[in-house]
């Protein structure tokens, strides 16, 4: 039997803004997936642990701050060092394109910017996931 993709929806640093982030939890979850949605104010740490404890598929990470090329690459390191490295990484906002590619290169799976559909973040998800048996 084919089990649900479970997502972690996470806010970190000291942005405080996250309507993007519940907008792209509530289109995971109406596209039929398990959302987790850590709320405001986390660290990479909490970020990580919530991942782990829930089992997630995937940890996608709304950022507004500016502080993606710090808080995302240590989310990305933080999972290695758990042994956690098969959680896919994502993450949307306010991203310069220059640091688009950079993020790729550090293990991020995609970065989608302001403008991006929420439909292509679900086609990204279910492509970058494989289906897990239960």
């Known amino acids: 039997m084919e089990q ?27 596209a039929g997936m398990e959302v987790i949605y850590t709320g405001l104010h986390q660290t990479p740490e909490q970020v990580v642990e919530a991942a782990i404890q829930e089992d997630a598929d995937a940890i996608g990470i ?3 701050s500016g502080a ?5 690459p240590r989310i990305v390191d933080l999972l290695a060092e758990q042994g956690a490295d098969d959680v896919a ?3 949307g ?3 310069p394109k220059g640091d ?3 993020l790729k290169e550090l293990g991020v799976g995609e970065v989608f910017t302001p ?8 086609e990204y998800i279910r492509e970058a996931i494989p289906a897990r048996q239960g």
């Open 4 to 30: 649900t993709i479970r997502v972690v929806v996470a806010k970190v640093g000291l942005d405080g803004h996250d309507r993007g982030a519940k907008i792209i939890a509530r289109a995971l979850r109406d």
């Open 62 to 64: 709304s950022i507004l």
């Open 68 to 72: 993606h090329m710090t808080l995302v």
């Open 89 to 91: 990484v994502f993450c």
């Open 93 to 95: 906002g306010t991203i």
């Open 100 to 102: 688009v590619e950079k």
């Open 115 to 122: 403008g991006t559909p929420t439909t292509r973040a679900v």
